[in-house]
């Protein structure tokens, strides 16, 4: 059965959002994922979905230096069990692709655990290109803090130097953002 997609209000999380977003991250995620999602919300900037005054998704991100530009680094994105499939998560994505832009970042970046087939798809509907060259996923996998199984994408946000193999990356803890740029 298809859903009606939602009509969304996407913002930045305020201080009295994060216990929603800690539910949040609790129902979308288990294990090590459910804990450095929690943990790092210390560190990261994070937009919320909200629809009729509810939080129903949400989107850690952070910014890192790749390849000689600024990235817009995409951490964990989850949405409520039951308002999947309706829109939300492709908003949060394409919002945080604009705060990106505004920050002056070239690319997006994310990871997904290989059997996340829905995951994925969307990325790829989304525009963003999946990594397969080895030297490109070794920096992807350091700018993502990412685990072994994980897939990863970029996208473009503004035209750049190319991808080459040997190009080189400063890798900025979650906590970095554009303004603390020395």
Partial sequence: MKHKPLTLRIRRARPADMESVKMLIREAFTGEDEYWALHDLRYTEVLVAEWCGRLVGFLEYYYVILWGELAGAIYYLGVSKQYRRRGVASRLILTAEEVFR?????????????SN????????????????????????RRALYAYEDDVFFYKRLRHCLSLGAGASSSIRSPGYSPSSTP
């Fill in 102 to 114: 505004r920050a002056g970042a070239s690319y997006s970046i994310a990871s997904t655990k290989s």
């Fill in 117 to 140: 087939i829905a995951s994925r798809n969307l990325f790829r509907k989304l525009g963003y290109e999946e990594a397969r060259d080895p030297a490109v996923i070794s920096e992807l």
